[in-house]
Structure formats: C-alpha cells, structure tokens
C-alpha cells in the first residue's frame, strides 16, 4: 500500500483521532480527515500545534514516522514505532555479531550504489557523470580509499556549479538538501526497526550519542535521489526557493510519490526503502552481501512507467 506523507503546517492547527481517523482541524479551514492506516510519515511544523495523546498512539501503532520541525522547518527529532518483528532477538544477535568482514562488504555496496546514483544524476542532469561509474567499479571493500569523498569533489561542482560547497550549516540549497536528508533518513529508520534491526547499530558509523547510525549507513544511495529532486526544483523555478515556503518544503516532500527501481522492481519510494532495510538484515543473518538490495534508477517518468505497465 501507498502510504502519504502529511505535513502539518499551518499555524495553530489541532490534531485528534476519532473512529481510526487523524481529525485535523485548521482555523477557518474546513476540518480534515485522513485514515491513520494510510499515513506514512506525519511531519510536524507548527510551533502552536496542539495533540491528544492517542495521536502518537495510533499513528505508530499504524507503523507510521512522526518527524517534529524547528524553528527553522529542519527535522530535529523523530518517533519510530517500535513494533517487535517476529524475529526479533535472533536479527539482534546477528546484528551484533556480524563480523567485520561482512560490515566491509556491506558499506562497499552502499557506497557502490551511492556513486552510480550519483552519476545518474549528473547524466539527468544534461552533464557527463564525472568518472563516477567507472570509479564506483573500484570501490573495495571498505573502500580504503575514500572513494565517496573523491566522488563527492566532483559530484557537488558539477551538479550545482563550481561555487557551490556542501555545507550543513549553509542556507539555500544546502537546506533543502539537509531538509530531504532529514525525511528520507527517517523513513530509513522506520523501515529498518520494522526489519528487526537495531537502528543504534551501524554497519560503518559509529557515534555514540547517535542513536540512528545504522539509518545513516542504510541512507547513503538513497541520497542522490534527494538531490536529482532538488536540482528539478532549482531548474523549474526562476525564483528563490526558501525553505520557509510551505510549497518548497511540499515539493520535496513529494519524493515519496515518486516510483523507483529496488530489486528489479518498480517501487514507490517508501516502500523501496523497506525493501532495501529487510535485505540487510537478510543480508545480515545469511553473512551474504549479494542480499542486499539498493536503488538501481533515479525516479522513473510517469509516461514511460505507465506504458510498461500496458
């Protein structure tokens, strides 16, 4: 199933549940209601917002992300259900026992993935993919080498031109990058907790007061995706896109809408992400890096998916 993503923004609004329905009630707005059981994620941006406990009850009951916004619209905190998986204390044990080795190969196929994605983004993009193809083919495993960075150094001037500088302190395009980042990492977080796995525990990051590393390895070829999104904004609009625009931050949103490649399957995003957190921990249990799953495209054309499909 599709699930949506609900971003409550609108200042004062109140949020209830009533026959398994998310009421929300906007001033001078007629009153809304959406089926928990459809919500994905549920972001909160509004500062005067008002909940009834049973809000953050059924919503993660229904396995759904709740996401709380700062002042300044970024992502600062999330809620993920903790639903046991029926296999719960045997993907624990593996997950703490998984070798280095297997942890190695793991994050090799990750940043494998990450710069093919990165290259398919630059190629959308109207450029050449910089060598990131062909560098994705040397990644070791590890990759000792520090081809993710290397790749990063061509990547970012490229796609965005030569003055620009990833920078998470920086506003403008660097805050809507960090506000993709933020969604989609939680969304990994929820996926991966649902597969049973520990999202404290990562395979390559390592940060003690970090409680999602393993959300932050798991992200990685997820991210190009959140740029290939930022760039088309930047691309269709003359204007400014300011984080503080509720429309801007919708149009990123809507990455979950989009449908991609997992598997060899075609995926709406959130579901993709599902399916890539249940192959590491299949990964995980079987020691066997050939399970696991990564997006294999940048988001397909409607038309064309739609004409396969006939």
């Known amino acids: 199933m599709l699930r949506k993503t609900i971003e409550i923004g609108t200042s004062g609004t109140r949020l209830s549940v ?59 905190g999330m809620t993920v259900p903790m639903t046991g998986h029926h296999a719960l204390t045997e993907r624990h044990w593996a997950q703490v026992e ?28 109207g450029q050449d993919d910089a060598g990131l193809a062909a560098m994705a083919a040397r990644v070791r495993s590890g990759d000792p080498d520090n081809l993710e960075a290397q790749g990063a150094q061509r990547y970012w001037p490229k796609l965005f031109g030569p003055d620009f500088r990833r920078d998470r302190g ?31 525990l990562g395979i390559w990051h390592r940060n003690r007061s970090n409680p999602f590393c393993l959300a932050d390895d ?26 503080n625009d509720r429309s801007t931050r919708a149009a990123i949103l809507s990455i979950f809408n989009e449908t991609i490649i997992v598997g060899d399957k075609r995926w709406p995003l959130l579901l993709g992400i599902e399916q890539s957190a249940a192959s590491l921990a299949k990964a995980i249990i079987q020691n066997d890096r050939s399970a696991l799953l990564v997006p294999d495209s940048l988001p397909l054309e409607l038309d064309l998916f739609e004409d396969d499909q006939n």
């Open 18 to 76: 009533a026959h398994r329905q998310l009421v929300i009630e906007r001033p001078e707005q007629p009153k809304a209601t959406v089926p928990i059981e459809d919500i994905g994620v549920l972001v909160l941006d509004d500062g005067r917002a008002s909940y009834t406990q049973s809000v953050f009850i059924e919503c993660l009951s229904a396995g759904a992300t709740i996401i709380f916004a700062g002042r300044d619209h970024l992502p600062i």
């Open 98 to 125: 998984a070798g280095e080795p297997l942890r190695k190969r793991l994050w090799q196929a990750l940043i494998t993935a990450k710069l093919r994605q990165q290259g398919r983004v630059l190629r959308n993009a």
């Open 170 to 200: 920086e506003e403008g395009t660097n805050a809507l990058l960090n506000y993709g980042y933020a969604v989609v990492r939680a969304a990994c977080a929820r996926a991966l907790v649902a597969s049973g796995l520990i999202p404290s």
């Open 218 to 243: 798991l992200i990685e070829p997820w991210r190009p995706i959140v740029d290939w999104k930022v760039h088309g904004l930047r691309r269709s609009t003359h204007m400014g896109l300011d984080l």
